[in-house]
């Protein structure tokens, strides 16, 4: 069965305290790993896709990073406005039975204080 | 402004009511999706339509009824509701159905008392 686990579930950062989030995975065939942020009260908002092992993805103080078995998100000199909740998601095999269909971990909740 | 939106933003109702969610977008994708995300903020699929025509149909309770009257609109309608429909309801769209970025609207806190 395909399964999304991320860790830790809250991280509380001093701002410039550079971290890693994690997103562990078992999927039938990959077709696709997904950062979202969410921020309080709103619909999650897209990051990036990742779609082999050894890929990296670059946005502003963001980074993320693939391997066969799971994702990292780097915070690298994190500000309080990086404050969200970072879900990750897979998309399997795309065959008639799963379509777009992507499943979501449960998220990490990020708080970065001054 | 291009966006995903969804009416209403709260709801909140009594038990064994019907109520309906709205959801338009105007980005032109083919595609819409229906997520529940609960209180432990799961996000989880429900439906997905591909130009009008039902393509993803998880294991929900079959007094939730998505209907899109153009690939523009995506419509949820809710019969006799129960105390554990209570959740923020996502609606969402994507180029196509296997586009890699999904859009999400802001959400429709549903509490049912």
């Known amino acids: 069965e395909d399964q999304v686990t991320q860790s830790p579930e809250a991280l509380r950062l001093q701002e410039g305290e550079s971290s890693s989030l994690n997103c562990s995975y078992t999927v039938s065939g990959l077709r696709g790993l997904f950062w979202y942020r969410q921020d309080p009260g709103k619909g999650p908002e897209f990051l990036f896709t990742l779609y082999s092992a050894g890929e990296e993805k670059e946005k502003e103080r963001l980074k993320a990073t693939l391997t066969k078995k799971e994702s990292f998100l780097h915070i690298t000199a994190p500000k309080p406005e990086d404050s969200a909740t970072y879900l990750c998601?897979?998309?399997?095999?795309?065959?008639?039975?799963?379509?777009?269909?992507?499943?979501f971990g449960a998220g990490t909740q990020v708080v970065v204080t001054p | 402004d291009t966006a995903v939106s969804q009416t209403p933003k709260y709801l909140v109702t009594q038990m064994g009511n019907d109520k309906s969610i709205k959801c338009e977008q105007n980005?032109?994708?083919?595609?819409m999706y229906w997520y529940k995300q609960d209180s432990k903020k799961f996000l989880k699929i429900m439906f997905s339509y591909n130009n009008k025509e039902l393509i993803i149909n998880e294991t929900v309770p079959n007094r939730f009824s998505p209907k899109s009257p153009d690939k523009a609109h995506l419509n949820l309608h809710i019969n006799s509701l129960e105390l554990g429909d209570s959740a923020v309801y996502f609606c969402?769209?994507?180029?196509?159905?296997?586009?890699?970025?999904?859009?999400f609207g802001p959400g429709t806190r549903l509490t049912v008392t």
């Open positions: 980005l032109g994708h083919d595609t």
């Open positions: 969402a769209s994507s180029h196509n159905a296997g586009g890699p970025e999904q859009y």
């Open positions: 998601a897979v998309r399997p095999s795309l065959t008639t039975d799963s379509w777009g269909k992507l499943q």
